[in-house]
């Protein structure tokens, strides 16, 4: 994957990389939990560097950005392309920048040479989740295929604002 190209949530996501309302209790508990099913789902992610990458990067600073969202990442060194997890919770206390409780979540495994489409992506996401309504219907999503084609929707949207 060249790091010119970009890319969108919905291009990532797919339907067994999707958790809809998990009840894990504590952050450490749950951050172990989507790095086992990351790699589950990605083999080459090594669930055990995985999370211990994940977990030094929330003790350096806590991924939970605001408005009820975190987005765990880390590099994966054997990681051939990002891999996207993406889930829902009942809500969990993060250490969020605003002291809320997080209920969504981005977890990302970076390849460590691929720091432009990173950082394009991780843009992407936070520029989409301002939409209070795109949250509030990721949080009632009753299936992983609704939550995809919320997805499409939303960047449909922001890509047709953006062509004006």
Request: hydrophobic letters at 30%; glycine letters at 8%.
């Given at each position: 994957?060249?790091?010119?190209?970009?890319?969108?949530?919905?291009?990532?996501?797919?339907?067994e990389a999707i958790l809809l309302d998990l009840t894990e209790t504590d952050k450490t508990q749950l951050l172990h939990f989507l790095c086992t099913r990351i790699s589950e789902m990605y083999p080459?992610?090594?669930?055990?560097?995985?999370?211990?990458?994940?977990m030094k990067r929330e003790n350096?600073?806590?991924?939970?950005?605001?408005?009820?969202i975190a987005i765990p990442h880390a590099f994966?060194?054997?990681a051939k392309k990002i891999h996207l997890l993406?889930?829902?919770?009942?809500?969990?206390e993060y250490d969020s920048l605003d002291g809320k409780p997080v209920n969504i979540f981005f977890m990302l495994a970076i390849?460590?040479?691929e720091n432009k489409l990173y950082a394009s992506f991780l843009m992407k996401i936070s520029q989409l989740m301002?939409?209070?309504?795109?949250?509030?219907a990721l949080m009632n999503a009753k299936s992983p295929k609704e939550v995809i084609a919320l997805f499409k929707k939303y960047e449909n949207i922001e890509f047709n604002l953006k062509s004006v």
């Open positions: 994957m060249s790091s010119s190209r970009e890319i969108s949530v919905s291009d990532l996501l797919s339907t080459d992610i090594d669930p055990q560097q995985f999370f211990t990458d994940i350096d600073l806590s991924t939970g950005i605001g408005n009820h994966a060194g054997f993406f889930a829902t919770h009942t809500g969990v390849p460590p040479n301002r939409t209070s309504k795109l949250r509030d």
